[in-house]
């Protein structure tokens, strides 16, 4: 039977910077791309797996201790003083036995956006670089 958690206990980690507090959505698709093999004489198209590719979508409200935050792994990314960022993702929160996706990400967009009837929001989208490790338990 399967046991189901609410998204409510959600912890993200950017380069040591909790982000949890100020984020109200996390979504990170993980694919791979397939190539195809089907020679003449198939009736049915055949595949073989190749590489896989990961992506984080981060959003949430905005605050200027997370903004500098931000500010700062981009610009160290930018100066090349890390290559990339490390980041932690507990989908059921950080406790020792909640699953966790680890690995490393380039940011790839920061969007802010000040709406007239709402709160000041905020959007990261990461390309994550290399394997991602799941710890499950």
Known sequence: MPTFKHGKNAQF?????????????ITMPREVETAETTAFG?????YITGL???????????????DSAIGTIIS?????????????YGPTGSVASSPKFTGEALVTSYEIGSPVGDVITYSLELQCTGAITATTY
Request: glycine residues 6%; without cysteine.
């Open 42 to 46: 198939n009736q049915d198209k055949t």
């Open 52 to 66: 896989s590719d990961a992506t984080v979508s981060l959003s949430g409200m905005f605050d200027a201790t997370t």
């Open 13 to 25: 980690e950017l380069e040591g910077t909790n982000l949890s507090n100020t984020l109200n959505e």
């Open 76 to 88: 160290n990314l930018k100066s090349g003083s890390i290559a990339s960022a490390s980041f932690t």
